[in-house]
Every structure is written in structure tokens, then in C-alpha cells.
């Protein structure tokens, strides 16, 4: 199994391109997306080619080929556009024999974990910054921001592939890897 991991599109319809682009190109079977899909919130400028309603459209083209958590940006009224749920505070799926709690990290993040067990994965957005680690009991993952990353980082996303998670840019350079096993 292999699935493509991406948070923090913040209406950027560039960034947005790039990551479906990305998606077809990486053949994944799913695409994971954290959070923050159409707007960039107060706290953030806004980024590159900001179009929600062109991301919208996007998005709904590959409605059939998503799984979203809801982040701190969406509301109900993006529910009401978009043709796929995204309104759900986290999700669990367990990948290679391990849950992951899959979720955008404004609620549940490294610093205040859920409650996971031994060898259980974290999976979360929300910062804009990468991190693949073990932390105490589990393992932490993060794939940074596809459209406004924070601390310094590129843009980027996450593979998970033959229980690895990569977390690599636009331009194919490895951040960060980890393996699960």
C-alpha cells in the first residue's frame, strides 16, 4: 500500500495543483489531507495563487481518491462545497499492523497526544513543519505544509510505502524518513 500525506493547502490553487500532480505522479492510492484546504486563517499571509473556489474544484475532481480530517481553518460551510467529508476530527487506520491516529493537530498534536498505545503512530499537520520521530511510546509524523511552510522548511509532503513514512519536497529531495517496522 502506498499513500500520499499532505496538510495545509490554505487555498493556494498552485500548491494544490502541485500536490495532485505530485499524487498522480508518486501512483499512490489514497491521498491523506490534515487540514487547512481553503482558507489561510488570520495567522497566516496569504500564500501563492490564493483561489479557494479554484481549489475547491480541484479537490472535487479527486473525490473518489481522498481522505480528509477537519483542521482549525474549515468550517461548515466548506462541507457544503466540497463533494468529499471533511468535517471529521481525526481518523484511525492502521497501516502494516499499527493504528494511526490521523488527525490536523490543532487538538491532538505531539504535545498533547491522544491516547495511543505502544508503537502506535501520531499523525498530524498544523505546524507547517516536517518531524518523523519516535517520541516516548510513538511515532510522531508530521509532512510540513504543502503552501506556507514555517521554521525555515520547503514546501513538502509524506509517502508512506513498505512501512516507511518519506517526507520529501516538491523537488524530490528527502527531508525526512523513518521506518515503522
Do not use: W
Not at 462541507?79 to 492502521?94: G, T, W
Amino acid at each position: 500500500m502506498k499513500l500520499m500525506f499532505a496538510s495545509d493547502i490554505h487555498g493556494s490553487a498552485h500548491f494544490c495543483r502541485l500536490t495532485l500532480d505530485t499524487y498522480k505522479k508518486e501512483n499512490a492510492e489514497k491521498l491523506i489531507l490534515l487540514g487547512d484546504l481553503l482558507y489561510h486563517g488570520p495567522r497566516n499571509d496569504l500564500p501563492f495563487e490564493y483561489n479557494p473556489k479554484e481549489v475547491i474544484k480541484l479537490l472535487n475532481n479527486f473525490k473518489n481518491e481522498l481522505l480528509c480530517v477537519r483542521g482549525n481553518c474549515e468550517a461548515e460551510v466548506d462541507q457544503m462545497v466540497l463533494e468529499f467529508p471533511v468535517m471529521a476530527e481525526y481518523m484511525i487506520i492502521y497501516l502494516d499492523g499499527k493504528m494511526a491516529f490521523i488527525t490536523h493537530g490543532h487538538i491532538h498534536n505531539h504535545k498533547t497526544p491522544p491516547p495511543i498505545h505502544d508503537g502506535d503512530l501520531l499523525i498530524h499537520g498544523h505546524t507547517h513543519i516536517p518531524a518523523a520521530e519516535k517520541i516516548d511510546n510513538y511515532i510522531y509524523l508530521n509532512p510540513g505544509s504543502v503552501s506556507i511552510p514555517k521554521g525555515g522548511h520547503k514546501n513538502s509532503y509524506m509517502i508512506y510505502e513498505n512501512n516507511k513514512f518519506t517526507i520529501k519536497t516538491f523537488e524530490s529531495e528527502i527531508i525526512k524518513e523513518i521506518s515503522i517496522k
